[in-house]
């Protein structure tokens, strides 16, 4: 279970209500919202009675053992696996984003509309803006009452050439299963700059991060590895 699921049986963990060990995981940083330092107490307190809590990433782990003291944590890499993929090597002909948390389709969409890179954006649509009206063309806005299959998923991002992981500014981890996604279909990757993904995919020559809101920054990005060839079939084969 994640982090939100487990307060209550850590707690009584503490008192002795519960024997039975329990493992959670860390998904996003705790010390956040309003009133955070209030929340600290509570936070030492659960992870008194939590006896593992590996975390998704090393800015969550450490912010465990700060809070703890405990040796209790550490990252825990998520990465894809190969068996479960329909690998299948090809260059793509569009850019493609979807995905859930945080995601900021419409910086995305103003800088593909400033491009004539084909663009799709897949969402749901309590994440539709009436903004997406003003897109061209070239960026298509594809919404739907709820997430669709992932096997489906999986074959759109397989004819996409890059796979575009936007996302306003949050102190929550985010994007990481599309990252995964990428990188077990050989895709480029443009991903919103973060602390929370421990992967960086420029010094990995996989992708190209961007600036939370930075609409010209991802357009830059966009016409940069689209207009390569060459770049983009080898930032998806690494």
Not at 38 to 50: D, E, M, V
Not at 85 to 107: I, M
Not at 155 to 169: D, G, K, L, W
Not at 187 to 213: A, N, Q, R, Y
């Amino acid at each position: 279970p994640c982090q939100t699921q487990t307060w209550l049986l850590s707690y009584l963990r503490v008192i002795g209500l519960v024997r039975k060990p329990i493992v959670s995981m860390g998904h996003h940083p705790f010390v956040k919202g309003r009133f955070p330092k209030l929340r600290i107490p509570f936070l030492r307190w659960s992870f008194a009675g939590t006896d593992a809590y590996p975390a998704l990433s090393e800015y969550v782990a450490n912010e465990i053992r700060s809070l703890c003291k405990s040796t209790r944590t550490k990252p825990l890499f998520w990465g894809p696996d190969m068996r479960y993929y329909a690998y299948k090597p090809s260059l793509g002909n569009y850019v493609v984003v979807s995905g859930r948390t945080g995601r900021d389709y419409l910086t995305f969409g103003k800088a593909a509309n400033q491009t004539n890179v084909p663009s799709k954006i897949i969402c749901l649509k309590r994440d539709y803006k009436d903004e997406f009206t003003s897109f061209g063309n070239n960026v298509e806005v594809v919404c739907h009452d709820k997430s669709i299959d992932y096997h489906e998923m999986c074959e759109i991002y397989q004819n996409a050439r890059i796979i575009a992981i936007p996302f306003v500014h949050t102190h929550n981890l985010c994007g990481l299963t599309s990252l995964t996604d990428a990188l077990a279909m050989g895709k480029p990757v443009i991903m919103t700059k973060t602390e929370f993904i421990d992967l960086d995919i420029e010094k990995e020559g996989i992708g190209i991060w961007v600036e939370s809101g930075d609409e010209e920054g991802w357009r830059n990005a966009i016409e940069k590895i689209y207009s390569d060839e060459n770049l983009a079939q080898q930032m998806g084969l690494k």
